[in-house]
């Protein structure tokens, strides 16, 4: 069972992203705050659940949560600032729409770009530690998959619908043979993949 809180003196939200590691398509994150007697069974980490758990999950989540949040930075913008910053950036934008402010901020990584004056701390594989991190991986999660299955139909091609915008062959073998659409990270580097050894 994952915990509640990472501390009991001030109101915390949980922080994740999703999207990091693709070639196409924006950095979602979202930012969540639990009751402190939140407990759910089936709640860990977005990637170690199957679609349809996530979805009903995401449900269950913003009924229960006291305040949640989604925070989008999108291609063009993570070109110009990085990766890594844009992942910060969209955090700081869900934290920026909760409509109660956090005392406190649990981030899911190791490293994180300070939210105002706001306290923080930083845990590695806390979306397999602290519900609200959990609930933030996957509210980013699944309203990143939203939108890249809006903007697959744009571009079937991509096989954005299965992918969402990661670098699986028939993706990547895509952009080398037909290029970039205006969703494609420009600064990502697209390599030819590797189909056979023999």
């Known amino acids: 069972m994952l915990q509640v809180k990472y501390q009991h003196t001030h109101i915390e939200a949980g922080c994740d992203e999703a999207g990091r590691g693709c070639l196409a398509g924006p950095v979602f994150a979202a930012a969540v705050i639990l009751p402190d007697d939140f ?11 199957d679609e ?3 979805y009903a999950l995401r449900t269950e ?7 949640h949040a ?21 955090m700081h934008r869900a934290i920026e729409k909760l409509h109660i402010p956090p ?9 994180f770009n300070k939210y105002k004056s706001v306290p923080h701390a930083c845990i590695i594989k806390g979306d397999s530690l602290y519900f609200s991190i959990a609930a933030a991986s996957i509210l980013a ?9 809006q903007i697959a139909a744009e571009h079937p091609e991509y096989d954005w619908h299965s992918n969402k915008g990661y670098p699986t062959i028939k ?9 970039f659409t205006p969703y494609h990270r420009r600064t990502f580097q697209v390599t030819q993949p590797q189909l056979s050894i023999f």
Do not use: W
Request: glycine share 4%.
């Open 39 to 49: 407990e759910h069974a089936l709640l860990t980490d977005s990637k170690m659940l």
């Open 103 to 111: 005392e406190f901020l649990i981030i899911d990584g190791n490293r």
């Open 141 to 149: 999660k699944t309203y990143r998959d939203d939108y890249m299955k």
């Open 61 to 67: 989540i913003e009924a229960c949560a006291i305040a």
């Open 52 to 54: 349809q758990t996530r």
């Open 70 to 90: 989604v925070g989008v930075v999108d291609n063009v913008e993570i070109d110009q600032i990085n990766i890594l910053n844009a992942s910060f950036l969209a």
């Open 171 to 179: 993706h990547r073998n895509a952009v080398i043979e037909l290029g």
